[in-house]
């Protein structure tokens, strides 16, 4: 048996087949390489988003095949007063949860920085409310803000003194809009604080003893140094964390739906609760294309504002 | 300060010890640094402390502060997690979780694998705007994809199907998982390949036999990383499902465990508990691939 396959195996290494040569052949290879990344994201990811803006312009619904209806969704969301409500507070959840989360984050990135035993461990155990499911720790914080069993309620009033009456968290829109926020806030800092670790190790300490020679104070050793280095690393993660952000949907959905009286909609929850659980499919992916031109302003803004420092400084710091 | 370092006195006791500044001493250090730590430390923890002690609590001690100390448990119980595992289809959605998180961790490292070697080893006119592609395909969230996505599903017939979940989670997976790898092919010498090429191996051969072993450390970072998003992921698998049965865990907590106007903590932490601790085990036992992998998509 191994006499006889011993020497064709031999003859086949010295002149491969057809098969060999073609999968050796580079333009070929580079096709099949491609071929399942590609088929993958044209199908399920580009045909989608052209789909869903072909749909927007038209009046389907589900089960319905519709037809082309042209601005008519967009006509009615204009003058739908939800939509607006839901477009600002999409803008001020971004705004605030984004300046939360850089704010703490960075500090928290900071204060990484510095050496102290157990530091890998305090490092993945900051990491978790970033790796656990969203809706998971979602509904965590709808418990927490439970109107008459929510622990800071007790907190502040059985234990502390501090108010006489429990908060009503979720019940109105005011306070229902913040506690979203402060949620959203609490599972972004790990992200922000773990990425912005990793560029603030990148920074040189020759750079900060120079500064510390010339008398900087901590201040301006950060302002000068920090900063201005960090630039770079800092305008991605931004961009990244605004996208997300602004097109949230497992928070709110878990937390309110989008109430009290509709008062916490994201665009996001509203093109839900109109395309799939409505059924208007159109009008729902009308919705979710109106966000498309936010997200490439708040793209370019924050990646062109911040940088654009790093073209000042030359391609050298790279 | 610097009035501060430039007096004689001071600058002496820098110079001493020269990796601390003079003012940096203990009391200063510890509420500089530890007692903020410490604060971020108890907040981002007390939400999964107060999931833990939620589900083990009996419903007596759960709705009633004015006798119990809320922050601790006097007799702890199992109630709410054997609910969970007899009463409810939870053994179920883990069970499907499960298949779709793997099946589609191992979609997407097949896909992106190859598309990796492509655009970094078999370098051709054009491969690094197919990288960018890639790339920007990481920007499209979502939430902007799911309506016209959920008319593909069921124009292919997946509706209802975590087939439907596998083939749609590599969306977000491949250009992750693209962008690492690029980067983790980088870093292996091109020389051993060409040492390969000259002894008369095949472009697959090499990728089997050479690339692939050494860039093991980044398909496992990949590979958990995709895990941890397919088990985590919400939207696709609350519009594309729709039977009790077939619903992911995230979803089924939503949307079978919350019922009527009196919500069951208990059951509602313990089920939330249970479905973290698969991805938090995981998390565990893999922390510096999940760091690094982080670190390493924001940098590239």
Redesign the interface.
């Known amino acids: 048996m191994s006499v006889t396959t011993l020497p064709s195996r031999g003859v086949a290494l010295r002149q491969p087949g057809w098969i060999a040569r073609l999968l050796d052949y580079k333009p070929f290879l580079i096709v099949m390489c491609l071929a399942p990344a590609i088929g993958l994201l044209t199908v399920f990811l580009t045909y989608p988003l052209g789909l869903g803006v072909w749909l927007a312009f038209t009046d389907t619904t589900i089960g319905q095949r519709g037809i082309f209806i042209g601005l008519e969704n967009f006509q009615y969301l204009l003058k739908d007063p939800l939509w607006w409500n839901a477009v600002f507070y999409s803008v001020f959840y971004t705004a605030i949860a984004t300046i939360g989360k850089f704010a703490l984050g960075f500090w928290l990135a900071l204060l990484l920085n510095n050496h102290f035993p157990l530091k890998s461990l305090l490092r993945a155990i900051v990491l978790l409310p970033w790796i656990v499911p969203t809706v998971l720790s979602a509904l965590a914080f709808w418990w927490i803000y439970d109107p008459q069993f929510s622990i800071i309620s007790y907190l502040l009033v059985d234990v502390l003194h501090i108010r006489s009456t429990y908060i009503d968290f979720l019940g109105t829109p005011w306070p229902a809009r913040f506690s979203l926020i402060a949620a959203n806030i609490w599972r972004g800092i790990p992200f922000v604080a773990i990425s912005l670790l990793a560029g603030l190790q990148t920074i040189s300490p020759s750079l900060y003893e120079a500064a510390m020679l010339d008398g900087a104070t901590a201040w301006q050793r950060f302002r000068y140094i920090t900063l201005p280095m960090m630039m770079p690393i800092l305008a991605i993660v931004m961009t990244f964390s605004i996208i997300f952000t602004f097109t949230d949907f497992q928070l709110v959905y878990a937390i309110t739906r989008g109430g009290p009286v509709n008062s916490t909609h994201l665009l996001a929850t509203l093109a839900f609760q109109r395309g799939i659980a409505g059924g208007e499919l159109g009008e729902g992916a009308a919705i979710a294309v109106s966000m498309i031109p936010f997200l490439v302003f708040a793209t370019l803004f924050s990646y062109f504002g911040l940088a654009r420092r790093k073209w000042q400084q030359g391609e050298a710091n790279d | 300060?610097?009035d501060v370092?430039?007096q004689p006195g001071n600058s002496n006791v820098a110079s001493a010890t020269p990796d601390t500044?003079a003012w940096d001493s203990r009391a200063r250090r510890v509420t500089m640094?530890?007692l903020?730590?410490a604060c971020?430390?108890l907040?981002?923890?007390f939400?999964?402390y107060?999931?833990a002690i939620?589900s083990f609590k009996p419903n007596a001690e759960?709705?009633n502060?004015k006798e119990h100390n809320?922050f601790w448990i006097s007799s702890p119980t199992l109630a709410h997690i054997k609910h969970l595992l007899f009463n409810t289809a939870y053994p179920t959605w883990l069970k499907t979780t499960m298949f779709v998180a793997i099946g589609s961790t191992f979609?997407?490292l097949?896909?992106?694998t190859?598309?990796a070697?492509?655009?970094e080893r078999?370098r051709?006119r054009g491969s690094p705007y197919?990288g960018l592609g890639?790339y920007l395909?990481y920007?499209?969230?979502?939430?902007?994809?799911?309506?016209?996505?959920?008319?593909?599903i069921v124009q292919f017939g997946l509706f209802d199907s975590p087939l439907a979940l596998i083939?749609?989670y590599?969306?977000f997976l491949?250009?992750f998982c693209?962008w690492l790898l690029i980067g983790y092919f980088k870093s292996i010498p091109y020389e051993l390949e060409e040492c390969a090429l000259v002894d008369g191996a095949?472009?697959?051969q090499i990728l089997r036999r050479i690339t692939l072993p050494l860039a093991v450390p980044g398909l496992i970072s990949a590979g958990i990383f995709s895990f941890?998003l397919s088990?985590?992921e919400?939207?696709y698998a609350?519009?594309f499902i729709q039977s009790g049965a077939n619903k992911t865990?995230?979803?089924a907590?939503?949307t079978e465990l919350v019922t009527g106007d009196v919500y069951q903590?208990g059951a509602?932490?313990a089920?939330?508990l249970l479905?973290?601790l698969p991805?938090?085990l995981f998390?565990?036992l893999f922390?510096d691939y999940?760091?690094s992998s982080?670190?390493g998509a924001?940098?590239e």
Do not use: D, E, Q
């Open positions: 300060m610097t370092a430039a500044m640094i530890y903020p730590l971020f430390v907040i981002l923890l939400p999964f107060w999931m939620t759960l709705l502060y809320p979609l997407s097949f896909a992106s190859l598309a070697y492509a655009i078999l051709f197919v890639i395909a920007l499209v969230p979502p939430s902007i994809l799911f309506i016209p996505l959920a008319t593909v083939l749609v590599p969306t491949v250009p693209t095949t472009r697959l941890t088990w985590n919400f939207i609350l519009a865990v995230p979803v907590i939503l903590w509602l932490m089920g939330s479905g973290s991805v938090a998390y565990s922390v999940y760091v982080l670190t924001v940098k």
